[in-house]
């Protein structure tokens, strides 16, 4: 049996501050050494980088940390770590490194230690990547996010000066956020937590909470305010489409994540949110009701379902086309299809469903046609107009007119102090 990695002390979680037992890998790759003890590297500051092949961003940070290590030359050593538990095999790692060279031009010079067991249970973590730094004295410093992996943080630590990280605290996203293994989950007949700021230590997502099947409660992580209330919405307005969502609110860029990508890191530390909510089983069909109330009392916003004559587009049919009603193929969607975009088999729900999220539409459709059967639709290309809709339209005998029609929409306002 081949052993990847051994450790001379223990595998237990290291804590901040505590020396790092001896580690010797021996399943290395991009590597002259057949072997890497990390006492040869005292005098060094190290930085492990645990990454995965299907991780995207891990993948995109290596022409950065390329470029840190050859900056810093032999102050430093930044190892890439691919865990067992990745299931990446040795051929997936290196096709990452040649898929980079091949894109690029240029290869990655950092090694790579392949299979890790031990420096994983070591350094315990839930998301990548994740960055573990070692002192030139063998310490353990800091496990961070890829912002404190610069290099002013990296400058400051080998002059020795004082550096705040940014540690990053991996939670269970299958607990109640923030609570502990102490919590008597099963008794537990409320519970809430509400965060501001983007938490490193949390994936971008949610997650029900359920007892017995019943779902009673909501996790919602990393997520900007219009996620929150829009999700809630989903569940107690499931037909409302995103244009029924009414910002109405002094600054809107506040409450979604901004498109620049240079933007998001300062944005997401201020303006991103984590909610657990969890209410009692009996009140399970009251979940979204309560989560809507919490988030308007704590979020400084409020948020409600108002009636309001709105400008909209109606699709109407004028019932003389046959080439509408569906023949009875597979079900297929390729509406969002650039070329050629078709749809087979469907209802005509979910074809307004397409148009109100189509983004040549500003404004929200109702449908006033009708019909009741399965519908077939093919457009020559992809119209980048309502006026291009409408041409394609008309051979089905459909068509999109701008009308006013009183409707339920969802109006966020901030909230009254």
């Known amino acids: 049996m081949n052993v990847f990695a051994q450790v001379s002390e223990t595998t237990n979680e290291l804590q901040v501050g505590q020396p790092v037992p001896e580690i010797v890998f021996k399943h290395l790759f991009n590597s002259t050494n057949k072997q890497l003890k990390l006492s040869d590297l005292k005098g060094k500051l190290v930085i492990l980088d645990f990454w995965a092949s299907w991780c995207g961003p891990c993948v995109k940070s290596f022409p950065k940390l390329d470029s840190i290590q050859a900056a810093f030359g032999d102050q430093l050593q930044i190892i890439l770590v691919n865990s067992k538990r990745s299931n990446d095999s040795d051929e997936k790692v290196k096709s990452v490194y040649e898929g980079w060279r091949k894109k690029t031009g240029k290869a990655i010079i950092l090694p790579s230690i392949l299979q890790d067991t031990v420096a ?67 008794g537990v007949q409320q519970y809430s937590v509400f965060v501001k700021g983007r938490y490193p230590g949390l994936p971008s997502g949610n997650r029900y909470r359920t007892t017995d099947g019943i779902i009673h409660g909501r996790s919602m992580t990393n997520s900007s305010m219009y996620e929150l209330y829009q999700s809630v919405l989903q569940h107690l307005e499931p037909g409302l489409t995103p244009r029924q969502f009414l910002l109405e609110v002094k600054d809107p860029a506040l409450l979604n994540i901004p498109n620049d990508e240079k933007a998001i890191a300062a944005w997401s530390k201020e303006h991103l949110y984590s909610i657990d909510v969890v209410v009692p089983v009996a009140r399970a069909k009251e979940l979204y009701s309560i989560m809507l109330d919490y988030l308007n009392l704590y979020s400084g916003y409020k948020g409600e379902i108002v009636r309001r004559k709105m400008p909209c587009l109606l699709l109407t049919w004028n019932c003389d086309s046959v080439l509408l009603k569906s ?91």
């Open 120 to 186: 994983t249970l070591l350094f315990k973590h839930q998301l990548l990547p994740h960055y573990v730094w070692i002192s030139a004295e063998g310490k353990y410093l800091a496990a961070t996010t890829a912002e404190d992996v610069n290099k002013a943080t990296i400058k400051a630590v080998l002059e020795g000066v004082p550096v705040v990280f940014g540690n990053k605290k991996d939670q269970q996203p299958e607990q109640y956020l923030f609570s502990s293994h102490d919590l008597p989950a099963k």
């Open 327 to 417: 023949k009875g193929a597979k079900r297929i969607d390729r509406l969002r299809a650039k070329e050629r975009p078709f749809l087979t088999n469907a209802s005509i729900k979910s074809f307004v469903y397409f148009l109100n999220e189509f983004d040549v539409l500003s404004l929200p459709v109702i449908d006033e046609t009708g019909i009741v059967f399965s519908i077939d639709l093919q457009f020559g290309k992809r119209p980048a107009s309502l006026a291009e809709l409408n041409v394609e339209l008309k051979k089905y005998g459909l068509v999109l007119i701008e009308a006013e029609r009183e409707m339920k929409v969802f109006a966020l306002k901030e909230a009254e102090k």
